[in-house]
Structure formats: C-alpha cells, structure tokens
C-alpha cells in the first residue's frame, strides 16, 4: 500500500516572495532592471518598478491569490505613475478574475513571462523626469547600503 502525502498550499507571504522574485528575474532579463518596494509621491507603494534604456517606467503589483485581488483595489492608483502597469501572478493563479487593460505576468520563483502586454500610457515629461530621478537616487542609496531619507 502506497503512502499518500498530503502537502499545504504554500502560505500567502511565500507566494508573494516567489512571483516578485521570478517577476524581477523576467524584467532583468528583458533588460528593464527592477527595484522592489518603491514608494510613490501619492503614498502608494510599487512591489515593482523598473526602468528601460529609454525611460520608460513599468510597475508590477504582484497578487499572491484570488482574495488579495479581491481586498485590494488599489492598483487603479498605480497608472499615473508609470508608462505601463502589470499584475504579477503565480502559474496556478485564477487569471479570469483579473481585469483586461492591465499587462500580465506569470511568474514562479525561478522565472516568468509575459502572458500580456500593458498598453502604453506615457507620461508627461516633467513627471517622467522626477520619477526616474527618484528611481536612481533609491537604487544608488541602497546599493550603498544606507537606509533611505
């Protein structure tokens, strides 16, 4: 008689960590280097924003399962603020429940890919140049380990 093995859904924090990481290794490699939690001027907070060779801005909410799309509405406060805006999900996520304008992502903790493409929305020149001058100034603050200001 075989044994049968029951295994638990991976908990929602381990989720999370998983798609952001995959999510940021699919962005390096599509050579948009990301930084995790970066805070916006309207007090929201990017799980990802990354930046191309030609300034263009991406943010990726990631959703670690259906009821934390369900309790979290608000992404729509993302759009401003970026060129384009992804939702970032595991493999098993039920994506039917997701809403079609945004660009999505699935992603596992090795790797991911983009299952759509965001529609670009691009932003005004003056808002453009203060969001990737805080973008760097963040990346160069905690590439040399100090704690933000």
């Known amino acids: 008689m075989s044994e049968i093995v029951l295994t638990a859904a991976p908990a929602r924090p381990e989720v999370t960590s998983a798609v952001t990481r995959g999510a940021a290794r ?4 599509l050579d948009w280097p990301p930084l995790m ?5 309207n007090g929201r907070r990017a799980d990802l924003m990354a930046v191309s060779r030609k300034g263009e801005l991406i943010i990726v909410e990631v ?3 259906p009821e934390d799309f369900r309790t979290d509405g608000k992404w729509p406060e993302y759009a401003p603020w970026c060129d384009r805006f992804y939702f970032a999900v595991a493999p098993e996520f039920p994506r039917h429940i ?25 932003l005004a ?6 969001l990737i001058l805080g973008f ?14």
Request: aromatic share 2%; hydrophobic share 50%; charged share 20%.
């Open 63 to 65: 959703k670690s399962g």
């Open 37 to 41: 939690e970066v805070g916006l001027p």
């Open 98 to 122: 997701l809403p079609p304008e945004p660009g999505l992502i699935v992603a596992d903790a090795f790797d991911g890919a983009v299952v759509r493409e965001a529609a670009a929305t691009p």
């Open 136 to 149: 760097g100034r963040l990346a160069a603050v905690r590439a040399a380990g100090l704690p933000p200001t």
């Open 125 to 130: 020149p003056a808002r453009r140049r203060a």
């Open 26 to 29: 699919l962005l390096l490699a």
